[in-house]
């Protein structure tokens, strides 16, 4: 039972009761150093993309956060690099690649920005095993509707491999954000594996509407309902029910965006323990739904 006391070392008894041999987190993220350094100064210090930013729970080396993983019990998890400018992608996919290539538990993920080329990366990435995408639209500031990225979209869809998509307007609005740019992308490409990060808050209603529609899109859980968040962004309880029956039918699936959170890990779990939708929710959304998506 995880208490009040948010100990990541309660952590591993919690996934045992509910008969599961781990966590499955789809949300995490690890950076070449320098990238990762200045990251770390955004979320620190805030910023025009940050708001006020906080305190980031693990600032550690890349190894005591792997540790900390695997003390956790997290069996999956990727590294989630994202570019945010052109002619940065390419280079990110090497480095998360061979990151996941050297590092047990951790899936080859992969990125994408709207330029020339970005078809032939990735389709390369794919070839080379990459298993998640991960694009970030209010840090990146760009639409997801670009005609570069068309054939990419397609690409994915048919791969059938998931993107992480940061679609809303958290932490501060800014880009192409909301359900529609995203949204536009999804009737063209209806088959695509899209999975709404950060479970669309604040616009919750419309990427809920989203996951209701369309086959392949889930949302994940990263930062949703802890104490930090639900002050600034509270959950609507009217979507209680589907927030319910989305797990249970597969379509949420845990993120916590580690390291980069002002609590500790075992809060996002207690935060969703709190929310009293039961063991088969619990167990479909932090390892079932998990592996059905990777």
């Not at 797990?247 to 075992?266: E, H, M, N, Q, R």
């Amino acid at each position: 039972m995880l208490t009040e006391r948010d100990s990541d070392a309660e952590v591993p008894e919690w996934w045992r009761e509910l008969g599961l041999p781990g966590l499955i987190d789809l949300h995490v993220h690890f950076l070449p150093e320098r990238m990762e350094r200045r990251v770390w100064h955004h979320f620190t210090h805030g910023g025009p993309l940050m708001g006020d930013g906080w305190k980031i729970q693990y600032l550690w080396p890349v190894e005591e956060r792997l540790a900390r993983l695997r003390e956790l019990g997290v069996r999956v998890f990727p590294a989630l690099a994202y570019a945010h400018k052109p002619d940065m992608a390419a280079d990110l996919n090497d480095w998360t690649l061979d990151f996941a290539r050297r590092t047990p538990g951790c899936l080859p993920s992969a990125t994408f920005y709207p330029e020339p080329g970005a078809t032939g990366y990735v389709r390369r990435a794919l070839e080379r095993g990459a298993r998640i995408f991960k694009v970030h639209l209010q840090v990146g500031g760009f639409d997801p509707r670009a005609p570069e990225l068309d054939e990419v979209w397609g690409l994915l869809a048919e791969a059938g491999v998931p993107v992480i998509v940061h679609a809303s307007s958290v932490p501060v609005d800014s880009g192409f954000l909301g359900a529609e740019p995203i949204g536009a992308v999804l009737r063209r490409h209806p088959r695509l594996r899209v999975v709404i990060a950060h479970l669309g808050m604040p616009e919750y209603d419309p990427f809920f509407e989203l996951a209701a529609r369309y086959e392949r899109v889930a949302l994940d859980t990263t930062m949703a309902f802890t104490d930090f968040t639900q002050v600034r962004m509270p959950f609507p309880d009217r979507l209680r029910p589907a927030l319910l029956d989305l797990g249970l039918a597969g379509k949420v699936v845990l993120g916590t965006d580690f390291p980069t959170i002002p609590y500790s890990y075992a809060h996002q779990l207690r935060a969703l323990h709190r929310l009293d939708l039961g063991k088969d929710w619990l167990r479909a959304v932090c390892w079932h739904n998990g592996i059905i998506m990777v």
